[in-house]
């Protein structure tokens, strides 16, 4: 599934109120509901402000309404002004102290919703991560990398960006102009009328001339976005191969044609957000206009038309800005339904467990036996395992050999249940494996392969994986039983060394000893080893084989996938697999008279 797939919704206002409620907890809709009680009272707070304005263009036009005003003429007398211009300073200092008020408590509502958005932001994130690492390992590994980094980490933000803080700025704006105009309708029934005339209609024609385009160009952005992510990580990833094959500008011209269309869209997006701002400074214009032209050739000239062009002046000043808000928020809305549909694009690969996950360890005794295992990919009809079945006793040795493609990774990959089988069973001393069990059987695990995960971090981080109580003594024993203890010794910095990004301060045979010490601090049972020192010199590899013949004392179940067949020397039985089929079992002795 694909961006491709994506289909814009009729009504994008109403959909993104709907996903903003499935994708919100139980305590962040309830800071809504408390965010927007304190957006309703900043909104009142700035029409009081505004309608402050107009008493104080009366009294600076006409000064006998101070003593007319039964309000003003009150104050007046209280703090017994001496004249009239010394009442209006009066009145303009108390209007710049409530403006400064209104303001300041403004920016903490500002600060309250930015701080919900950037917690819902940081939920949904969570509730991706979580999301992803509950698909099983064969849906998981078909989704791109970038598709999966764009999923989890760009599309969270963007979404809260651009769906949830404008639907804020819609609530909050949308209150402040309905009570501006309600507050315009009680001043004045031709002003109101005029505005809901010239501003109104005005707007509604520029958001639909934009919509379609806005929608156009965030689709866009979102597809091209993982192109421009994939194309510069193959470049650094492959930093080796393409300095050697001479193609840097090829790569370079791969991704800054990317990066390109990204940023025309970008900036398309940006002209899209600024044209209603323009557009209506030349509507807000018109109408002042239109009301001096209605002066001149209307009216009788006196001073109240004066006033209602102060007032529509007034209006204009608030209810622009928020116009424009709540416009460019409709139109961020509409261009990004596509963050929407990011998040649950895969939703319909998450399977429904039948079971609960059971915590309990499962008992390991006595052997593993594979019944009858069969297995083909998703879609195929080939089957890469077919009927196999064999035992291994607890503290063997077993290893596998065969061409690439016999079946070898496969089957270690149902053995640590990442695929599952489809015929036969597992079973751990004689019981079968269930799907409850996957976690619970994984924590005996232990899985060494050839290009092994590393962290940059500590060597001690990297054993560990990052546990924040270490058990130093069992620490210091994997380490000894990894055979990495002298190498720790000669570090300035010990176990806590960096090893760099991927592992680059270290050797091949050192990143293969830090897996093989993972696994055993993990307490695994069970190790599985594949291919785990084919990209090893021999002299490294048999180095790594000691140390992995040597767990052999420690009564560890071992399974070895290797190409050398020197890896496989100390191995109780070696099966060799054919076209997905055991096609031999031998001694390690056997197999070189074999092979010879």
Avoid at 394 to 417: A, C, D, H, P, Q
């Amino acid at each position: 599934m694909s961006d491709e797939n994506f289909v814009q919704p009729s009504n994008s206002f109403i959909n993104s109120i709907k996903s903003v409620r499935k994708h919100t907890n139980g305590a962040q809709k309830r800071k809504i509901g408390a965010l927007s009680i304190l957006v309703f009272f900043s909104a009142v707070m700035d029409v009081v402000g505004l309608a402050a304005v107009l008493p104080l263009i009366q009294a600076g036009t006409d000064t006998k309404m101070i003593h007319t005003n039964k309000y003003l003429s009150a104050v007046y007398n209280y703090f017994e002004f001496s004249t009239d211009k010394s009442f209006v300073l009066f009145l303009i200092g108390c209007l710049l102290a409530y403006f400064l008020f209104k303001t300041a408590f403004g920016i903490f509502v500002n600060w309250l919703q930015a701080r919900l958005t950037a917690d819902i932001a940081v939920y949904i994130t969570q509730n991706q991560f979580i999301k992803y690492y509950k698909l099983d390992f064969l849906d998981f590994s078909a989704i791109k990398s970038s598709l999966l980094m764009r999923n989890i980490l760009y599309n969270p933000t963007s979404y809260v960006q651009w769906i949830v803080q404008p639907l804020t700025m819609i609530l909050s704006e949308f209150i402040i102009v309905l009570l501006i105009i309600g507050a315009i309708a009680y001043y004045d029934l031709f002003l109101f009328g005029f505005i809901l005339v010239t501003i109104g209609p005005a707007t509604y024609l520029v958001y639909s001339a934009l919509k379609k385009r806005g929608t156009a160009v965030g689709v866009g952005i979102d597809n091209v976005f993982p192109y421009a992510l994939s194309s510069l990580t193959e470049a650094i990833s492959g930093y080796i191969d393409i300095k050697l094959a001479g193609k840097e500008d090829n790569y370079r011209k791969r991704y800054l044609k990317h990066l390109k269309n990204y940023q025309e869209l970008q900036q398309s997006a940006y002209l899209l957000s600024m044209i209603p701002i323009r557009t209506n400074e030349i509507i807000a214009l018109l109408g002042i206009i239109l009301i001096f032209m209605y002066a001149l050739f209307l009216s009788d000239g006196s001073a109240d038309v004066l006033i209602m062009v102060g007032a529509f002046a007034a209006a204009a000043y608030r209810l622009m800005p928020s116009m424009n808000r709540i416009l460019n928020s409709f139109m961020y809305i509409n261009k990004n339904q596509v963050s929407i549909y990011n998040l649950e694009i895969f939703d319909e690969l998450l399977k429904e467990e039948n079971e609960n996950p059971d915590p309990a360890p499962v008992p390991f005794n006595s052997s593993i036996k594979f019944d009858r295992i069969s297995f083909s990919f998703p879609k195929s009809d080939k089957q890469i395992l077919k009927n196999l079945t064999f035992e291994v006793k607890k503290g063997e040795k077993i290893g596998f050999v065969g061409s690439s493609g016999s079946g070898k990774t496969t089957l270690m990959n149902i053995l640590l249940r990442f695929y599952n089988e489809n015929s036969g069973q597992i079973l751990v001393d004689g019981i079968p494996l269930k799907p409850s069990q996957k976690q619970s059987w994984r924590n005996l695990i232990g899985y060494v392969k050839q290009d092994i995960f590393l962290l940059d971090g500590s060597i001690r981080e990297n054993i560990t994986l990052g546990d924040a109580k270490v058990d130093e003594e069992r620490l210091q024993r994997c380490i000894k039983q990894a055979s990495l203890d002298k190498l720790i010794e000669g570090l300035p910095a010990g176990v806590n060394s960096q090893i760099g990004e991927k592992g680059n301060n270290l050797s091949g045979g050192q990143r293969q000893r830090i897996g093989i010490a993972r696994s055993l601090y993990r307490n695994a049972e069970i190790l599985i080893f594949d291919e785990a020192t084919s990209a090893l010199d021999n002299k490294t590899e048999n180095e790594v084989t000691e140390s992995i013949d040597s767990l052999s004392e420690t009564n560890k179940t071992i399974f070895i996938i290797a190409h050398r067949i020197t890896t496989l020397r100390n191995c109780d039985r070696i099966y060799e697999l054919k076209n997905g089929e055991i096609s031999g079992v031998f001694s390690y002795r056997e197999l070189v008279e074999k092979v010879l």
